[in-house]
């Protein structure tokens, strides 16, 4: 009876205790009752980022996706940069259908957190799943495929952010006169391909005898193909915001005189903009660098060729254009290469006075360099780049790549100090992996400086982490460096005693006494 009245008045342990106990069952697979001590440790810190996650992806196993997207929205509330979160959130959407909306928060992750895996793989199976549920006409069979085809229903309610956005003129408020050719054309410019796709779920609509029949799973016909419709609607409004066909007509005969002079002609160079940016990255995120590369270079000399006043923001999109190929080069091996095209990309960023894109440059300058094996020019960039970092997150892995710099050029003062700034901002993000490779490296600037005790507690703090993670290898690695650091400790006593047996002669009585201690007594 106690029992049950402690229950119902809410939790009965701490919070730690319950996040270790969901942790352990999520493991297990007893999604259920991992769900029920997310939700009890939330009762106790209701905003805890880690915990919404943790307790979305409970939901997202159980199938409740709506749930699993609260949660990750949650967890983003108060910082809009937790990669956890914006993963979580990309598949929920994912989960719910909405393919478009997820490949954006998996773009948006992997640039944020570019070395991790989870976010090439969304983004590389976000794109198959947009291109396998809509397709091509000949890839549409109703009565093969049924309510699959469409899983999407949710209508777009905001326009998404992007972190090079390619601004465009706003439409005028006015509403043009109804002229249904016109609208038509217009449809069709926006939706492309998928304006096939949308005359023939119309021709579908049309069959009364189809339209009543039932999926093996009850059903209705029309209805699939009317949210199937809904959902191309609610698409040609979403591009007619993102990308306007014209803002004014006399524009629209300016644009088309200047794109018959050039070589290259894209009916609107907003959409080519932006198809050729998803392109270029979708390219680099499969590993396909020389392919991303040639297409990042053929769209800078498009873009150099426009007007302002064709393309605003221009300066701003060469420079993010000369990033791309960078990178591209960069994982070519080019590194000179890489280099000058970072370089170019920090000289618009600075001319312009555009502070996002000179962190970037700073940031990619700073990673050639340390991959040439040139530190101390990557410490002086990312050094110049500390004041522009805002987030917690960045700053870890800031300090952690400067730390390591120092390591390798054994300054282990400068690299402990460092990997101890490393600590701390990933204690402020709350990102355990980013904790365990911060210990680590403090861990390995005090072997180096012989502090042998400070680097234990610090390898154990991180072989904590790593268990929290479930990385063996890391494990592994860290409990070698443990039993290094504890021989080092015995060493270091030895030849403490060792050291003070050798002072005691000296006291009075001459080195004859010190060897005859290390006679044989027998």
């Known amino acids: ?11 009965r342990t701490t919070f730690t205790n319950y996040m270790a106990e969901g942790e352990l069952l999520y493991q297990k697979g007893e999604f259920n009752k991992a769900l029920e001590c997310f939700t009890n440790a939330l009762l106790l810190q209701p905003t805890e980022k880690n915990c919404l996650v943790s307790r979305s992806k409970c939901y997202l196993k159980l199938g409740n996706s709506e749930n699993a997207l609260r949660d990750a929205e949650a967890s983003l509330q108060d910082e809009k940069d937790f990669f956890k979160g914006l993963y979580q959130k990309a598949e929920a959407l994912y989960a719910m259908g909405d393919f478009e909306f997820a490949l954006v928060f998996y773009h948006r ?26 397709g091509t006409p000949s890839s549409v069979k109703l009565e093969n495929k049924g309510e699959a085809l469409f899983l999407s229903r949710q209508a777009e309610i905001k326009r998404t952010k992007q972190k090079v956005q390619v601004k465009v003129a706003k439409k005028d408020s006015k509403k043009q006169k109804d002229d249904p050719v016109r609208s038509q054309k217009t449809v069709r410019q926006l939706l492309g391909e998928l304006y096939n796709d949308k005359e023939y779920l119309e021709a579908l609509l049309k069959d009364e005898a189809l339209v009543k029949e039932n999926t093996r799973s009850g059903i209705k016909l029309q209805d699939l193909i009317m949210n199937g419709i809904t959902y191309l609607d609610t698409r040609t409004e979403f591009w007619r915001q993102q990308k306007p066909i014209y803002a004014r007509e006399r524009d629209r005969k300016l644009m088309q005189q200047k794109w018959n002079r050039e070589k290259f002609r894209p009916s609107d160079p907003s959409q080519y903009i932006l198809k050729n940016l998803e392109e270029i990255d979708r390219l680099l995120s499969r590993g396909n660098s020389d392919a991303s590369c040639k297409k990042a270079q053929q769209v800078l000399k498009n873009v150099q060729n426009w007007s302002e006043d064709e393309v605003p923001n221009k300066q701003e999109l060469i420079g993010n254009l000369h990033s791309c190929i960078g990178n591209a080069q960069m994982d070519m091996g080019q590194m000179e290469a890489a280099l000058q095209s970072h370089k170019k990309d920090l000289e618009i960023a600075n001319e312009f006075d555009l502070l996002e894109a000179k962190s970037r440059a700073l940031d990619n300058i700073g990673r050639v360099y340390a991959r040439i094996g040139k530190f101390k020019e990557a410490i002086k960039v990312w050094e110049d780049k500390i004041p522009l970092v805002t987030s917690s997150l960045e700053k870890t892995w800031l300090f952690h790549e400067i730390g390591r710099c120092y390591l390798e050029l054994d300054m282990t003062d400068e690299a402990k100090d460092y990997g101890e700034k490393s600590q701390q901002a990933a204690e402020d993000s709350e990102d355990t992996e980013w904790q365990l490779n911060a210990s680590v490296l403090v861990a390995q600037a005090e072997v180096r400086l012989k502090d042998y005790r400070s680097a234990v507690t610090n390898f154990e703090k991180a072989l904590e982490k790593a268990k929290m993670l479930h990385n063996e290898d890391a494990e592994q690695a860290i409990i070698n460096a443990l039993k290094d650091a504890n021989r080092g400790i015995v060493q270091q006593a030895t030849s403490h005693q060792n050291g003070e047996m050798k002072e005691v002669p000296t006291s009075g009585e001459g080195t004859d006494a010190g060897d005859k201690e290390n006679e044989d007594p027998n």
């Open 1 to 11: 009876m106690a029992e049950e009245a402690e229950g119902e008045q809410g939790p």
């Open 109 to 134: 992750g992997y640039k944020l957190r570019p070395e991790q895996q989870e976010f090439r793989l969304g983004i590389q199976k976000a794109q198959e799943a947009i291109e396998n549920s809509v």
